[in-house]
């Protein structure tokens, strides 16, 4: 039997966003042949990072051969989206390709454990907003 191999590409515009950590994106790209020669001439390609609602976030100057790049230092807690532009020698920038949406999370975790250390992990918790709640655990049940 002859192994079959994934091709290199899918020969398909596509660019997708995610999310690796909070301060930290990766985000790739296929494009087809046809619109890797158009872009291929252009003297500026740029991978452009948008905050959702508020406009460009970070610009980077990337090659038409490129296919994926990793984004540090984002703020967690916000909505991204990217676009691949070519920017004409005048600094308009014309998008060809844009991603979906992702969401950082926030760097924290929303509830803060402010009770004593509990080896089962059960007790009552405080959250950032000073509600508190209780956790139970099958612990509970074993000490009984």
């Known amino acids: 039997m002859t192994p079959i191999s994934l091709p290199a590409n899918y020969n ?3 660019l997708v966003l995610m999310v690796q950590t909070p301060r930290t ?3 790739y790209w296929d494009l087809s042949p046809s619109q890797r020669a158009a872009l291929a001439n252009k003297k500026k390609l740029l991978l452009r990072l948008n905050v959702a609602n508020r406009g460009v976030y970070r610009s980077f100057d990337i090659k038409p051969f490129w ?3 990793y984004i540090t230092g984002v703020e967690p807690g916000l909505d991204y989206y990217c676009d691949i532009s070519i920017e004409e020698e ?3 920038c014309y998008p060809i390709i844009y991603s979906n949406t992702s969401s950082t999370p926030q760097e924290h975790p ?3 454990i402010t009770a004593g250390s509990n080896f089962w992990g059960t007790g009552e918790y405080n959250s950032h907003n000073g509600m508190s709640w209780v956790s139970y655990s099958s612990g509970t049940f074993y000490n009984r």
Do not use: C, M, P, R
């Open 110 to 112: 929303g509830a803060e």
């Open 67 to 69: 296919d994926s790049f």
């Open 12 to 14: 398909d515009n596509t």
């Open 90 to 92: 005048n600094n308009i």
């Open 25 to 27: 994106l990766y985000v």
